[in-house]
């Protein structure tokens, strides 16, 4: 039973990442109809900021809280500036292409950061400073916590929530959410439709950014394709949870986090890749919106 | 016995090919030459699936490492053995392999086409975006299986495949599905599958079951990437499953797209393209993938359309008298 | 086994129409005859197209009967409908962008072709008499819509009206018995719309084609309807001959504060 909780807390924790991540996708897709493939790199991106950033600030030597603040916060404004880069100079061009030529270009983009990341870090792995002590903290029946996962899931939680109120209750975020509604109501209504797209381009970017700095704080080996695993399995949690909607994105991240964790424990370890896979299959047969999504019907 | 006349040409010239060019280059540029045949096998077939019907399919690998670890498992346990038979029947060595591959190449076809049946029938009733994942996810999980199963090979790839395949065959395979992709598109059942690309509501509208034309689409073009993955190896002789990764299958996109989507000549030319260029780009081999990358993305920007549209490339003796089908060329 | 001659060609019984909490469609029931030439009007919102999607197949009724020719119709796919027998129009035009006429009308053909892939693929004898026929139903079909010029031009590059016209020439190479129009008048000029009413009308007699027309234009409406059927918010409030609608204060009522119907002095 025990072991059972522990995989639960590694599970939750894993799940929060995937959360993180999932959550940049699922708002790229409602308000554009557009799986953003690059945005396993971005992620990518933030453990590499924050690598750069731990080294400058040699925070390896002096592992603190507030170093790792730093370091989390540089990553992420870093990134959320990339995203918007990103979104200006490859997607706004092709917004109103095809889907298929969307989708190459993002594809373009993703295979460009990821080969991009190998001439400007080289393909070899580097490793990320301990930037925070390690500690392990017993919860009581043979269950432990790292103090690194208390951290990735407070950070984690904080950043939802910070998320939710900016959705929710500011009038940026009620923009956005027209704008996933419909461009063109929207504009009609007098918000500027590219200013969103960007401006939810850099939430999502700051997100994964967070959620790589997390990642290195746990397992500290970082390489130029590291986002390409996480950012398919995330897109599987952002589908999972219904494609467009946020709350989905997070239980859909949880779920996916849990699921592998536990196969991993309790089946063979060499099938935790390919349960986000065969997750995907199965919900796209059983139920395509996803846990929480809508279906929409064609106007004929 | 007149209509005869083409296919008999055809295959006559192809046996001379078969000996003269071993003759006129090195074996470098031949293997370039069989590599770029085996690439316009794969594009022409994925375009079939998104050029012809407008369906977003981008784990087109998945289908082509059906097919080579198919026909190399019947090589390795039976085909040989036929080989061997034959060849102590004292048959010219050309039968003796062609006939077991011939056999190798047709089964893993069919495995191919089994496998984009079982994805294409449930799945096409999907959005276009979902289609894409989960097209992806099968191409993944294709090769999450491969590396696991120690009988053919795993991780470590498996070797010893007969290398059977000469010009001949691929170039048999290249006639084969242009010839597949030229008289569908300039037929009813090609118009249906235009029809759907551009309007599906309409199409089932107007009498034309669309499941059943996406499916085809689907199973043909899967049969033809288990085809070209049968000849890829069969050339090699040795299979390893990072043959057949995303990267392999976004390959393929790109010369459909680079083409035009729906364009034959297109994706032929642009196939020969993309396998001539990382050769061309090889001195900054290390920059090769990033500006791979950005001619994607340049590409998409300045012209989405590719090189052809969906036209085709005008062949001066032709004079069509039906209307094509493929816009109008 | 076909329905009696005297019995009715198409007809619905109480059919409902509910999208989630919202009833398009609620309790319609509607007879055609062979040979009827019948107008479906409405404020726009009624349903009017909704019926036209019941009958085709796109929606399958949440409640009700319809029944084709003696045979009942819900819940088969749409291009099973279609190979049955009835065609269709769109209210936004829905024409093969990337195809010429001449392919656009010939797809509408292809339910009906008898020629199988294999057949195309190693180019039989069956496929090129197949493909021959197929082209002369194309081109016959034009020439009734007066499109013989446009045979070889992208369908899109068309103006407006002739694009109406394609599409009605692709519904009629689908050989239906009942022909469903959707505004097919809309925005089409006064001219336009007098020649369009020659052609369903001429249609009519030459084909033996039953039509159910949804229009918006009145004066196509009472011109060539011999019967009208009105919709509103998805409950028919009224039905009956051209001046029977004309008169009748519900139908004003409905429209009051939209167009109010303009009929031909009779």
Redesign the interface.
Request: charged share 15%.
């Given at each position: 039973m025990s072991t059972f909780l522990q995989q639960l807390v590694n599970g939750i924790t894993w799940g929060s990442v995937y959360a993180l991540i999932a959550l940049g996708y699922t708002m790229v897709y409602g308000i554009l109809r557009l799986i953003n493939f690059a945005h396993g790199d971005v992620y990518m991106l933030g453990a590499f900021v924050g690598l750069y950033t731990a080294t400058w600030l040699r925070a390896g030597e002096n592992p603190s809280l507030g170093h790792a603040a730093v370091v989390l916060l540089a990553a992420m404004l870093a990134c959320g500036a990339i995203g918007i880069v990103i979104e200006r100079a490859a997607y706004k061009p092709v917004r109103h292409s095809s889907r298929l030529s969307a989708l190459i270009t993002a594809i373009g983009v993703s295979l460009f950061l990821e080969n991009g990341g190998v001439l400007l870090f080289g393909p070899d792995p580097r490793f990320f400073p301990q930037i925070v002590a390690a500690k392990i903290i017993p919860l009581g029946g043979g269950v432990t916590i790292s103090n690194q996962q208390i951290i990735i899931l407070g950070v984690s939680l904080a950043l939802m929530f910070a998320l939710r109120f900016i959705v929710l209750h500011t009038r940026v975020g009620k923009a956005m959410q027209a704008v996933s509604y419909s461009h063109t109501a929207a504009s009609l209504m007098g918000i500027s439709v590219d200013r969103i797209i960007t401006f939810t381009f850099m939430l999502g970017s700051m997100l994964a950014a967070a959620a790589g700095v997390l990642v290195a704080l746990q397992n500290p080996k970082i390489e130029p394709y590291m986002g390409v695993l996480p950012g398919l399995k995330a897109f599987v949690a952002a589908v999972l949870g219904g494609i467009g909607n946020i709350p989905g994105a997070v239980i859909g991240g949880l779920v996916m986090g849990v699921a592998e964790v536990l196969v991993t424990g309790y089946v063979s370890p060499t099938y935790r890749d390919a349960i986000a896979f065969v997750l995907l299959i199965v919900i796209l047969l059983v139920r395509p919106a996803g846990i929480l999504g809508k279906s929409q019907a064609e106007k004929v | 016995m007149r209509r005869a006349l083409g296919p008999i040409a055809v295959l006559l010239l192809l046996a001379g090919l078969d000996v003269a060019l071993p003759r006129l280059i090195n074996p470098y540029l031949f293997q370039i030459v069989v590599l770029c045949g085996i690439n316009v096998i794969l594009a022409v077939s994925l375009n079939l699936v998104?050029g012809f019907t407008g369906q977003?399919s981008?784990g087109h690998a998945g289908f082509m490492a059906v097919g080579a670890y198919g026909s190399a498992m019947f090589s390795l346990h039976v085909g040989q053995k036929w080989a061997d038979a034959l060849a102590a029947a004292h048959l010219p060595g050309a039968i003796a392999t062609g006939l077991p591959l011939l056999a190798a190449l047709l089964l893993g076809g069919l495995l191919a086409a089994a496998a984009g049946w079982l994805v294409g029938l449930?799945?096409l009733r999907?959005?276009?975006?979902?289609l894409?994942?989960?097209t992806?996810?099968?191409g993944?999980?294709i090769r999450?299986?491969i590396t696991?199963v120690n009988a053919v090979g795993a991780a470590r790839g498996l070797p010893g495949i007969p290398g059977w395949v000469d010009f001949f065959w691929v170039g048999l395979g290249v006639v084969a599905v242009i010839?597949?992709a030229v008289?569908?598109a300039h037929?009813?059942?090609?118009?249906?599958l235009?029809?759907i690309?551009?309007?599906e509501?309409?199409?089932?509208?107007?009498?034309?079951?669309?499941t059943r034309y996406k499916v085809?689409a689907f199973v043909y073009g899967a049969f033809f990437a288990g085809v070209a993955g049968g000849l890829f190896a069969h050339y090699l002789s040795y299979l390893n499953p990072n043959s057949f990764t995303f990267?392999k299958s976004?390959e393929v996109?790109?010369m459909v797209?680079l083409g035009g989507?729906?364009s034959i000549s297109g994706s032929v030319l642009a196939a020969i393209i993309l396998t001539l260029l990382p050769e061309v780009l090889r001195p900054v081999k290390?920059?090769r993938?990033?500006l791979?990358?950005?001619?994607?993305?340049v590409l998409?920007?300045t012209r989405?359309g590719g090189l052809l549209g969906?036209r085709e490339l005008r062949l001066p003796w032709r004079k069509r008298q039906?209307?094509s089908?493929t816009?109008?060329a | 086994m076909t329905a009696p001659a005297d019995a009715p060609l198409l007809q619905l019984d109480d059919v409902t129409m509910q999208f989630g909490g919202l009833k398009a469609v609620s309790g319609l029931s509607l007879t055609l005859g062979r040979g009827e030439l019948v107008g479906l009007i409405g404020p726009n919102g009624a349903g009017k197209t909704t019926v036209f999607n019941l009958i085709t197949g796109v929606y399958a009724p949440s409640a009700g009967r319809i029944v084709f020719e003696g045979k009942p119709i819900n819940g088969k796919k749409p291009h099973a409908i279609a190979r049955g027998g009835i065609t269709r129009t769109f209210q936004n035009i829905r024409l093969f962008s990337s195809l010429s006429c001449r392919d656009n009308v010939a797809i509408a053909g292809h339910a009906h072709s008898r020629a199988g892939l294999t057949d195309a693929l190693l180019r039989t004898r069956r496929f090129a008499e197949d493909e021959r026929e197929l082209q002369s139903l194309s081109s016959a079909m034009l020439e009734r819509l007066g499109l013989t010029r446009f045979a070889d031009t992208r369908a899109t590059e068309l103006p407006y009206g002739q694009q109406r016209r394609l599409e009605i020439a692709r519904a009629l190479a689908g050989r239906p018995r009942l022909l469903l129009l959707d505004e097919p008048a809309a925005g089409l000029n006064p001219q336009e719309s007098e020649d369009l009413m020659r052609i369903i009308q001429e249609l009519r007699t030459q084909l033996e084609l039953t039509i159910l027309l949804i229009e918006h234009d009145m004066r196509v409406v009472m011109g060539i309807c011999g019967r009208i059927a009105v919709l509103d918010y998805g409950v028919k409030i009224a039905e009956g001959s051209p001046e029977r609608i004309r008169r009748d204060p519900r139908v004003i009522e409905a429209y009051l504060g939209e167009e109010v119907p303009t009929a031909p002095p009779s």
């Open positions: - | 998104n977003f981008i449930p799945s999907l959005r276009g975006d979902y894409a994942i989960v992806l996810g099968f993944e999980i999450v299986i696991n010839v597949v008289n569908l037929s009813t059942h090609g118009r249906a235009f029809a690309r551009d309007d509501v309409a199409a089932e509208a107007l009498g034309v079951d669309t085809l990267l976004i996109i790109a797209v989507l729906g290390d920059y993938m990033v791979y990358s950005l001619m994607l993305i998409m920007i989405p969906n039906t209307a089908g816009g109008l | -």
